[in-house]
């Protein structure tokens, strides 16, 4: 008598779990081999408590809408701006703009506050002698008009020995960094009253920088 024949279902079906068990057999080994942190879930390192917590305030603190993110970006701007403002008066180098940023921008700024400049009474100087020149009388008026040739002339020559010393003094002070339009920044600072310059003036009258 002939045996009975093996279903060929059967014997398929066998072999592919036989199969699938020793992969996953193989890739059980595979990974019990690798050390973990006990504590780490997945294989991954447990965060520091630190940098866990800054997770979740970037998290809670990212816009979800573009009226948030609208609403932050003022905020941002209307605080950058107050810090700007306070080292204006404070003289703060980590928040004054770019254009009054360095080493060279400060001393250029000490320079022109340090000393007396002929530019910075020019506005009282303008009042009295505009006053003058309404005044109708001839001689009160040609004295109005030499009153502007010497302010004028002695603007010209102020700024010019300023501009000389100042150049002097940044190429022996910094000789290796960029000094590139301090001098015109002083003079432009030297134009203005003192008590009205910013960032504000960090040196007396005559204190050397």
Do not use: C
């Not at 002083?186 to 910013?198: D, E, F, G, K, T």
């Amino acid at each position: 008598m002939r045996p009975d024949p093996v279903p060929l279902a059967f014997v398929f079906r066998s072999r592919a779990k036989e199969e699938k068990a020793a992969v996953a057999d193989k890739a059980t080994l595979t990974d019990s081999k690798q050390p973990r942190d006990p504590q780490a879930p997945k294989g991954r390192p447990t965060p520091k408590r630190s940098q866990a917590q800054a997770q979740r305030r970037s998290v809670a603190h990212t816009p979800t809408n573009r009226k948030e993110a609208a609403k932050r970006a003022r905020e941002d701007r209307r605080q950058a701006l107050e810090r700007q403002r306070q080292a204006l008066a404070s003289g703060d180098e980590r928040y004054l703009p770019a254009r009054d940023k360095g080493p060279v921008r400060r001393f250029a700024r000490d320079f022109v506050d340090s000393r007396f400049n002929v530019a910075e009474f020019f506005l009282p100087m303008a009042v009295v002698i505009l006053v003058l020149s309404v005044v109708k009388v001839g001689q009160m008026q040609a004295i109005a008009l030499l009153l502007w040739l010497v302010v004028i002339v002695l603007i010209v020559l102020d700024s010019i020995v300023s501009a000389f010393r100042l150049k002097k003094r940044l190429s022996e002070r910094f000789p290796d960094q960029n000094r590139r339009g301090a001098v015109a920044y002083a003079l432009m600072r030297s134009l203005q009253m003192r008590r009205l310059r910013l960032p504000k003036p960090q040196v007396k009258r005559g204190e050397r920088p």
